[in-house]
């Protein structure tokens, strides 16, 4: 018997082949059943998942919030707007990097001047559902067409012979080709009556609110294990489902959510996010329990008295404010009457001089005669 291949170390996931394999659209959960299979089948393998940008437009409405989620914690990775080669050089340069294997259905013939590596064994691996069986997982070569013989032609001159290993610069001009963006939706498909609520919301909004009300991040509570996925598990919570990612379940996590949960146990969890925009709620198992949770939550609310609450004056209404009359408009102005002239004033005529005053002779006063006084003889004092 020839000798059992090596297990692969790393494995890149082509997600898009593999959840369409079979089906005219893409499925979520079909990709996940193949990759929780593979890992099943190789428990020591790394496994990377790559979409391309157009999945979450081609999956099932339903699907929408699952795939944002697996997408935010990076267990879905796609590759950047504008990529060369769409979807499938992106997981061909990964491979490559990383020397990793693939696992796809694709002979990615528009790249076998570049990568050449393909038609080595081991380094592609296919994968199909079987009835009754389950996913069954095969190495396997290549396919050869026209297509991968005019990219051979295109990258290589036409002396030089192909050296596995070595990737060429040159791509096929249909690889070359951006990315298309989807204008409108597949046939058949359809959007729901509210496109946001329905596509990103994990909860409806009633029982959200409700487990809000009485829950905050810290609390405690015990939910039951409903299912697994590539990236961790879902709980029921009374009327709400939370999420228990694989980032939280270990340091460093481990490879499934099955190595430390069951279908159907009551655990206990620790609200560690609550987000609001999606409805969606992370736990983390505990050893917590409920009652303690409780007791302190208590302790710390008893131990501080709430100050009494002053009461608020009521605020008294303003007046209306009265509107001012309006403006009475000014009389107009009349017009002044005009100036009369003034009549020239008339030159006075001049003053006669007076004739000079005759100067009055003073007649000579005659003098007084003055009486001459007869001595008085003295009388005698003899008697």
């Known amino acids: ?110 790249f076998h001047g570049q990568y050449e590596w393909l038609f080595d064994e081991g380094r592609l691996i296919g994968g199909k559902p079987v009835p009754n069986v389950g996913w069954v997982f095969v190495n396997r070569t290549p396919v050869r067409g026209e297509k991968s013989r005019r990219a051979i032609r295109e990258s290589l001159p036409a002396s030089d012979k192909p050296s596995r290993g070595v990737a060429k610069v040159k791509v096929s001009a249909e690889a070359m080709k951006p990315m298309p963006v989807p204008k409108s939706l597949p046939p058949g498909a359809k959007l729901p009556a509210k496109k946001v609520e329905s596509s990103k919301s994990v909860n409806e909004i009633l029982p959200f609110l409700q487990f809000v009300e009485k829950n905050t991040v810290g609390s405690v509570v015990v939910g039951v294990v409903e299912s697994y996925s590539s990236h961790g598990a879902y709980v029921t919570i009374g009327d709400v489902r939370g999420y228990v990612p694989l980032r939280l379940l270990g340091s460093p996590p481990p490879r499934s959510a099955r190595e430390v949960m069951q279908l159907g146990d009551s655990v206990t969890l620790e609200i560690v996010e609550i987000i609001a925009g999606r409805r969606s709620i992370d736990l983390v198992p505990t050893t917590k329990s409920v009652s303690e949770v409780a007791s302190k939550a208590k302790k710390k609310t008893v131990g501080k008295k709430a100050a009494p609450a002053k009461k608020v004056t009521p605020v008294k209404k303003t007046a209306p404010v009265k509107k001012a009359a309006p403006a009475k408009k000014a009389a107009p102005v009349k017009k002044a009457a005009p100036v009369k002239k003034v009549t020239p004033v008339k030159k006075a005529a001049p003053v006669k001089k007076s004739a000079p005053v005759k100067k009055s002779v003073a007649k000579k006063v005659a003098p007084k005669k003055v009486a001459a006084k007869t001595p008085v003889k003295a009388a005698s004092r003899r008697k």
């Open 1 to 110: 018997m020839p000798p059992k291949p090596a297990a692969p170390k790393h494995v890149i996931v082509d997600g898009s082949n593999i959840a369409t394999e079979g089906r005219s659209k893409p499925s979520l959960k079909q990709l996940n059943d193949a990759v929780m299979a593979f890992i099943q089948d190789h428990p020591k393998a790394m496994i990377t998942v790559i979409v391309d940008a157009t999945f979450g437009h081609r999956i099932d409405p339903k699907e929408a919030a699952a795939f944002d989620k697996a997408v935010e914690h990076n267990e879905l990775v796609t590759p950047p707007a504008g990529t060369v080669g769409r979807g499938d050089g992106f997981v061909l340069s990964i491979a490559q990097k990383v020397g990793a294997s693939i696992l796809s259905n694709d002979s990615y013939q528009e």
